[in-house]
């Protein structure tokens, strides 16, 4: 059954397309390239990486230039617009990995729009994997990254106002409202606060070669100096070009103590499809966790395989991810989720 929240968030998408029965993970593969991302805002930036992919362009300027979207947005909470943690202040983190298994990330970094590319930068200038806090900034500056303007949006701001009424710090599950056919946007919560953070996007190119990438401003009213999963290789990105790529979204710690997206891989080597690995990691998570009650967590996986097959799958409703491969191909899939 196709959503009616998919027939207003593909816009131009062809009816005929609708019907193939390939809006759903893991039914069929599909040809390369292919570019699948979190969460609604996947929708437009995956328009942006399909833009590259479509001319025969390589899967890792895809990933970086359609997550530059999401951190140009003054809509989500990546980027600067994004809310603060405890102390007032936007902090930043970002990864990216190309087909090579070359890879580099910056964490904690500060006034800079794109982390995604200084994670880049990182990665083809520098004899290092991460660069944290000043250092990454420094770094940035220095290759010539302007250094914005201090301080919070309006948006941010105000949220931030209302949480030092209690200064309570509470992950909240990442959830989209889909008890909503006509929402899109992240559900917005009684404090003001989005419920998630994270754009990951992983691409199969027309060479066959794969590349991915993540960024994120990390949860809100945070712990100064919190890091989740998304900087880290191999938590909250992994791609091998042998095998596929995954990325994760979600409560970061929880990624991070089971090396999410390399178990992803690894489990779609040892022949898994992609949902089907995805969903043994989201099963892994909830072992360790002995179950506990769903409400209180939420991760979700997505990844490609060398084949050009996709899929995901999270803890409890509410994950979508977006998935294009044709012009007239650009559709929001809500995730299979834990039962």
């Not at 190119?205 to 991915?212: C, K």
């Amino acid at each position: 059954m196709v959503h009616r929240r998919n027939f207003l968030q593909i816009g131009s998408l062809s009816l005929g397309s609708l019907f193939t029965g390939k809006l759903f993970a893991g039914t069929a593969a599909v040809r390369k390239p292919i570019v699948i991302s979190t969460w609604g805002e996947g929708i437009a930036a995956n328009k942006a990486a399909w833009e590259v992919l479509r001319k025969g362009g390589r899967a890792l300027d895809a990933v970086e230039a359609g997550v530059m979207v999401t951190e140009s947005s003054q809509n989500c909470c990546v980027g600067l617009g994004a809310n603060p943690d405890r102390d007032g202040y936007v902090t930043l983190d970002a990864s990216i990995m190309d087909e090579n298994g070359n890879c580099g990330s910056v964490a904690f970094l500060e006034r800079i729009k794109h982390p995604i590319s200084v994670a880049r930068r990182v990665m083809e200038k520098t004899p290092h994997v991460m660069l944290v806090g000043s250092g990454a900034q420094q770094f940035a500056i220095a290759e010539g990254f302007p250094l914005e303007k201090p301080g919070l949006s309006d948006d941010a701001q105000r949220n931030y106002k209302n949480w030092l009424q209690k200064s309570e710090y509470k992950p909240i599950p990442n959830i989209e409202n889909s008890g909503n056919p006509h929402a899109f946007a992240p559900r917005k919560l009684d404090n003001g606060d989005w419920n998630h953070d994270t754009i990951g996007m992983v691409a199969l190119d027309a060479q066959g070669n794969l590349s991915g990438s993540c960024t994120t401003s990390g949860m809100a009213f945070k712990m100064r100096g919190r890091l989740g999963d998304s900087p880290i290789i191999g938590a909250g990105l992994f791609v091998d070009n042998e095998v596929g790529a995954a990325t994760a979204t979600g409560l970061g710690e929880e990624v991070i103590k089971i090396c999410g997206t390399h178990l992803v891989v690894e489990l779609m080597r040892q022949g898994l499809k992609p949902e089907e690995a995805c969903k043994q990691a989201v099963e892994r998570i909830l072992r360790k966790n002995k179950y506990q009650k769903r409400d209180d967590l939420q991760v979700g996986f997505i990844a490609i395989n060398k084949q050009g097959e996709y899929g995901g799958y999270c803890i409890q409703g509410g994950f979508n991810f977006a998935v294009c491969y044709a012009d007239d191909h650009n559709v929001l899939i809500e995730s299979k989720h834990f039962q």
